[in-house]
């Protein structure tokens, strides 16, 4: 089945611990885009990859990390978290940018 | 600033009625259009994409492009209770990529 698989799905963490989510897909797509959810602000980006070794700032990247390794997987990485990014996150890819985006299950991350 | 605009509604419409959302975006340059629907605590799903100006049909599902006023639209027609869910427009601006999403309009279809 073609998917975006993100993990873990719920996680509850304490400030400044380390983390990261992961996010892979299986479709071979080129594009891969991680967004937060927040109510009353709606999905923001956080940051996009167009390929591997490829990444870049979307509108909100202060405090995230990504790498993109290999063309299926796309982790997010939160160095020193804060209870600012408590928040719904998603993990989203394209086989190619103008074609619309298949996103993943989605992570919900409570630090406090 | 490169904005994508939604009424958050809630819009309500009877069941079998037609129910129309819009969407403005601020870039004349932009070539990609997207709808999607979320569900609560689902993740958005994408349900039509339009390029170029005028209607794109799928089903109940009508996209409406108009790039010089730039906005685009989605009408449901014979809308049902399991439309009820949050529609977020996504544009890829500027020509990007990677789309800038609205920030949703929920919409609640009642028997």
């Known amino acids: 089945e073609a998917q975006v698989t993100q993990n873990p799905r719920y996680l509850i963490t304490v400030t400044g611990k380390k983390l990261t989510v992961t996010c892979s897909q299986n479709m071979n797509h080129e594009y891969m885009s991680w967004y937060r959810q927040d109510p009353g602000l709606g999905l923001r980006q956080i940051y996009y990859?167009?390929?591997?070794?490829?990444?870049d700032k979307g509108d909100v990247p202060e405090g995230y990390k990504v790498s993109r390794k290999e063309k299926r997987n796309f982790p997010l990485i939160l160095e020193s978290p804060s209870p600012n990014q408590t928040s719904l996150y998603f993990c989203a890819s394209s086989v190619q940018g103008a074609n619309g985006y298949t996103f993943g299950s989605g992570t919900r991350l409570t630090v406090v | 600033q490169k904005e994508v605009e939604q009424n958050s509604g809630p819009l309500s419409v009877p069941e079998g009625a037609i129910a129309s959302l819009n969407c403005t975006y601020s870039?004349?340059?932009?070539?990609?259009f997207f709808w999607y629907r979320q569900y609560s605590g689902k993740s958005p799903e994408l349900i039509m994409s339009i390029y170029s100006n005028g209607d794109k049909e799928d089903g109940r599902f009508t996209a409406q492009l108009n790039k010089a006023s730039q906005y685009v639209s989605l009408l449901i027609r014979d809308s049902q209770p399991s439309d009820s869910a949050t529609y977020l427009c996504a544009v890829n601006l500027g020509g990007s990529y990677i789309p800038t999403f609205g920030r949703g309009t929920s919409l609640i279809v009642h028997p």
């Open positions: 990859s167009m390929n591997v070794e490829v990444t």
């Open positions: 870039d004349r340059v932009s070539q990609s």
